[in-house]
């Protein structure tokens, strides 16, 4: 499985952008994906999660309201909308198959994408 995330760039604050995690791999729709960030000097953290069919859905606190995970299964690609973001939201996001979540967070990341840049200035 390969994942192949983009959509990053420059967006100053209260700004949007649109990242996407294309998939290869036939059973794209099996599978539960998410989305991490990882920021300079810090931990890579949990963004969002989407269950395979997409009725399921599960965000961090630090982007409820903000954010908004999507799929299209039929083109194997997950989404993350960003709106209204922030400087403490730059980071290098990356995508990720994942096994699946509890309210602890995401378990199981078997795959993992190269990352794509986002930028926010203040």
């Known amino acids: 499985v390969q994942l192949q995330a983009s959509g990053g760039g420059l967006v100053q604050a209260g700004g949007s952008l649109r990242l996407s995690c294309a998939a290869s791999?036939?059973?794209?729709?099996?599978?539960?994906m998410a989305w991490f960030r990882q920021a300079p000097g810090k931990e890579r953290e949990f963004v969002a999660a989407?269950?395979?069919?997409?009725?399921?859905?599960y965000y961090a606190d630090s982007v409820k309201g903000r954010f908004t995970i999507s799929r299209d299964n039929a083109k194997n690609t997950v989404y993350l909308q960003m709106n209204s973001l922030k400087p403490e939201d730059t980071a290098v996001y990356y995508c990720?198959?994942?096994?699946?979540?509890?309210?602890?967070?995401?378990?199981?990341?078997?795959?993992w994408g190269k990352g794509t840049q986002v930028t926010v200035s203040s």
């Open positions: 990720a198959r994942i096994t699946g979540w509890t309210p602890g967070g995401p378990y199981g990341m078997t795959y």
């Open positions: 791999g036939r059973t794209f729709s099996s599978y539960d």
């Open positions: 989407i269950s395979g069919s997409g009725y399921s859905i």
